[in-house]
């Protein structure tokens, strides 16, 4: 099938020549003519499947035949998501196949101030996307209502959950008409979600179900460089000089420090490049995030909070400058690079204490990564000689080299309490598959480990005291 036989209008057939697509893909394929007819539909997909212009097209469409038109304060369909990445994103979606039409659409979200988002409202607009908690409030402060509403989206529900916004949800979906077509999204369908989507469907939905569009692995081509923490910086200058072909770069960092670090050894070199983790204002994540989609600037240093939900295309190579201590989030990551067909690079940095999480990666996804050239580190300043300070500030920022900290670990009297356990991980045969990470806001692994070493009495604080008053 192709978009030129779906009953689409021109301006849309326009659009979607313009964007570039020209087979719908299977989302698109079973969606579109269902809701075109005025079906609700329960979507069982993951961003990356082509859902956003499964849901955005039709209603559009709808929304240019119905011969109604937008009311102040008032939004004609809703798309509700659970982070700003996603309501920008889907926003930008529907600004470019609305290009030749006169349909409106705006965007809202928390973390900025309200005041040019209630200005876009004032006289109404025909597609709002939103994040629940700001239009909550917005709503309340009667900036829009959702009273003329003709369709809406849930997306990314099983997120909204994990997220803890069922509350939000419930309330939004409480002040909407009864009479609207209903879309709903979800990756996975466990119980909790059937039931949520059961109280937002009319009987009887059009269910469609797609395979995440995964990338296989083993079309990423990998490289592995063994190198000690001190000079991952000067190698990932150097292959950046060395390969100009490397246009479009995502490096990964494990924190937001080390993510600063590396921006500021880059600029030093005058590599064009950005950060965006959570210590970064939303503009200034925007901002970078634009500037690394328009190419403006070569390199985008994310940590994994931060990347999550963000779409970009094109990514020519992924470095690991750390190792993730969850082998799922190397295949998350990685999977950035080599999208729709395209080919991709992934480079992994592994310092001497980064073997272990090496060995899982491996493990996981059956794959022995192949080491890059090491001519390279001919290039590089001599690796420097160890000193017990450096010892301790060891290449994963931990201050102790992991046989120290088992040891410490197996005393029983003064075992720690446990990590919380990262949330469930399906085992990741393809890229797709690996689950999203969870809430940005909620403690991660790595900063609950922080905060154990930082504790004034903590047996790492022990420790480097011991170490300190040892060395004079
Ligand atoms: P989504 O799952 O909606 O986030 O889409 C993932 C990516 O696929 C986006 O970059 C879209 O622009 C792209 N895309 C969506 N539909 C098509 C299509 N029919 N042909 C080619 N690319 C598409």
Redesign the pocket.
């Known amino acids: 099938m192709l978009?030129s036989e779906l009953p689409l209008a021109n301006p849309l057939q326009r659009a979607?020549r313009a964007?570039?697509?020209?087979?719908?893909?299977p989302?698109?394929e079973q969606s579109i003519p269902s809701l075109l007819e005025g079906k609700d539909l329960l979507g069982i997909?993951?961003?990356?499947?082509?859902?956003?212009?499964?849901f955005a097209l039709p209603i559009l469409q709808l929304l240019l035949v119905s011969g109604k038109f937008r009311a102040p304060k008032t939004c004609r369909a809703l798309i509700l998501l659970p982070t700003r990445e996603l309501a920008i994103?889907?926003e930008e979606?529907f600004k470019?196949y609305a290009q030749f039409t006169a349909i409106s659409s705006t965007c809202i979200f928390g973390g900025v101030g309200d005041a040019s988002q209630k200005n876009c409202l004032v006289r109404g607009v025909d597609v709002l996307v939103a994040t629940p908690g700001r239009l909550l409030d917005l709503i309340g402060q009667k900036a829009v209502s959702l009273k003329a509403l003709e369709f809406f989206v849930l997306d990314e529900a099983d997120r909204m959950l994990d997220m803890g916004f069922i509350h939000d949800i419930r309330k939004v979906v409480a002040l909407l008409p009864q009479k609207r077509q209903n879309l709903f999204f979800s990756a996975t369908m466990p119980d909790d979600i059937t039931k949520l989507a059961a109280t937002i469907l009319r009987p009887n939905p059009v269910r469609v179900e797609v395979a995440p569009?995964s990338t296989p692995i083993e079309r990423i081509r990998q490289e592995l460089y063994r190198i000690d923490k001190r000079r991952k910086g000067a190698l990932l200058k150097e292959l950046l000089q060395e390969h100009p072909e490397m246009k479009k770069v995502l490096v990964f960092s494990r924190t937001k420090h080390g993510a600063d670090k590396i921006v500021r050894v880059l600029e030093k070199a005058g590599v064009k490049c950005a950060a965006i983790h959570g210590n970064k204002s939303q503009t200034r994540r925007q901002e970078a995030l634009k500037n690394f989609k328009d190419e403006k600037i070569r390199v985008l240093v994310a940590t994994d909070i931060a990347a999550r939900g963000i779409?970009v295309?094109d990514v020519s190579h992924v470095f690991n400058y750390d190792l993730p201590d969850v082998p799922e989030t190397f295949v998350h990551r990685i999977g950035r690079t080599a999208?729709?067909g395209k080919d991709g690079i992934a480079i992994s940095f592994c310092a001497p204490d980064e073997e272990q999480d090496l060995r899982a990666i491996e493990k996981l996804t059956r794959i022995r990564i192949p080491e890059g050239d090491k001519a390279i580190f001919e290039k590089l300043p001599p690796p420097q000689k160890e000193t017990p300070e450096s010892e301790m500030r060891n290449a994963r920022g931990r201050r102790f080299p992991r046989r120290e900290k088992q040891a410490q670990n197996s005393k029983p009297a003064q075992t720690p309490p446990k990590a919380p356990k990262q949330q469930p991980q399906k085992p990741a045969q393809s890229v797709q598959q690996a689950r999203p990470e969870h809430n940005s806001e909620q403690p991660q692994k790595a900063d609950f480990h922080k905060h154990r070493r930082n504790r004034p009495g903590s047996k790492a604080r022990r420790r480097m005291r011991e170490l300190s008053n040892s060395n004079g």
Request: proline content about 3%; glycine content about 10%; aromatic content about 6%.
């Open positions: 978009f979607i964007v570039g697509y020209e087979t719908p893909t989302i698109q997909a993951q961003t990356g499947t082509g859902k956003t212009a499964a994103q889907v979606c470019q569009q779409d295309d999208r729709a």
